[in-house]
């Protein structure tokens, strides 16, 4: 059974920086493409960033390309993203998700797989203030 544990969100004024970290349990970490998906408050929950098992392919939406990081740490089963020049719409609750369409790679619709996911963990809230 997939777990998933989400932190280190906060409050933050416009510009600043923080750091997500998820810890994933129940699957095998080191086989799946995993994604960071938001969910502001009266909106659908959105894909923002995937990496492949490897780390060595990343993809980004286009709203935070150049601002955000994804990474990973298989030896640890935890995903990281980084946020800098943060801004008020990037205010939401963040999830983490294993991409379960497909081992290896990170397919081209992962961002959809927010679609068929259940096992959501409790999420992290990132408020961005003007």
């Known amino acids: 059974q997939v777990q998933l544990v989400e932190s280190g969100g906060g409050s933050v004024q416009a510009g600043g920086s923080l750091r997500l970290s998820c810890v994933a349990d129940?699957?095998?970490?080191?086989?799946?493409?995993i994604a960071w998906f938001r969910q502001a408050p009266g909106k659908e929950r959105e894909g923002v960033a995937a990496i492949n098992p490897g780390g060595s392919s990343r993809y980004y939406v286009d709203s935070v390309k150049g601002r955000f990081t994804i990474s990973r740490d298989n030896a640890k089963n935890t995903l990281y993203l980084q946020m800098n020049s943060l801004k008020p719409e990037d205010t939401a609750m963040y999830y983490c998700a294993p991409v379960l369409f497909q081992k290896g790679e990170c397919a081209s619709g992962w961002a959809g797989y927010v679609k068929f996911f259940r096992a959501w963990g409790q999420g992290t809230q990132v408020t961005v203030s003007s």
């Open positions: 129940g699957y095998t970490y080191t086989d799946y493409c």
